[in-house]
């Protein structure tokens, strides 16, 4: 079995222009690059990664295409493109997939001012071109109207693959259930729409890896979406406020070791590889 990373980032910190929220301070202003990755990579014994875009920008996206044919163990980019603009979201889709393997495409949804911004009728054309290029979708919604606006889109378009990110951001560090566990279970209904079992921004920040701690969480998300639905991931390096990449990885095998062999394949690679076409 092909072991894969679903949620990955590489940056030149000098080269362009990071904004984290206020609580990372200075924590991840250095650059990380694939040579810092691939040890640890063969440490948890991980074969290939999926590389995630980390600007709405789509210099950065060819740039990540161009590093994709480079670098062995890098199966696919999730990139961005300019969905309010039909044209030329067509236009640089047709591009991207010259320059390398293309496979999803990330809108950060929190640095838009519109919670409703994807309900707009030109984000919604555009979302139709993903589906027609077999692109993935992936979300990574930060408050209730954004995963409200999310739930629709994907319920409209049901030839869109959809990926929720980062457990879709539970309240670990505040013990938390409610709203959270019905917008997941809402979110499994809908087939098109699957999950990356890892640890975004919103909770590393604020809290330290705990397998323990976030096992209830894994739990409800393993139950309502199965295995051939959720995607390991460790959303290196923004994992490493919380955690070594070592630790979060043995954690979310942890997490599904009581699952059947076939089950635990799917979740560390099985689904990555089928979902994204890799």
Request: aromatic share 8%.
């Amino acid at each position: 079995m092909t072991v894969v990373d679903s949620h990955q980032h590489f940056w030149i910190f000098g080269k362009r222009e990071h904004k984290f929220s206020p609580g990372v301070g200075a924590r991840l202003d250095r650059d990380y690059t694939p040579e810092d990755l691939r040890p640890q990579l063969e440490a948890a014994g991980v074969d290939r990664t999926i590389l995630v875009q980390v600007q709405n920008a789509v210099d950065e996206t060819y740039e990540f295409l161009d590093m994709q044919r480079q670098i062995d163990f890098v199966a696919g980019v999730v990139g961005w493109v300019p969905l309010i603009d039909p044209a030329a979201c067509a236009h640089e889709i047709e591009s991207m997939k010259k320059r390398g393997n293309l496979i999803g495409i990330r809108p950060l949804i929190a640095y838009e001012p519109d919670p409703d911004w994807l309900l707009q009728q030109t984000v919604r054309e555009s979302l139709g071109l993903l589906a027609k290029a077999k692109l993935v979708f992936e979300a990574i919604p930060v408050n209730d109207r954004q995963f409200e606006a999310v739930l629709t889109v994907t319920r409209d378009n049901p030839d869109l693959q959809v990926v929720l990110n980062h457990l879709g951001n539970p309240p670990v560090p505040e013990k938390g259930w409610e709203p959270w566990a019905t917008y997941i279970a809402r979110a499994a209904e809908l087939r098109n729409m699957s999950i990356k079992f890892s640890a975004g921004l919103a909770l590393v920040v604020k809290w330290k890896w705990s397998t323990k701690e976030i096992k209830r969480y894994a739990d409800h998300v393993l139950e309502l979406f199965g295995s051939e639905r959720t995607m390991a991931g460790s959303n290196w390096p923004v994992v490493e406020l919380g955690g070594t990449y070592a630790e979060v990885w043995h954690g979310l095998n942890e997490l599904i070791a009581h699952l059947s062999p076939a089950d635990r394949d799917a979740v560390l690679g099985g689904s990555a590889t089928r979902i994204y076409r890799l």
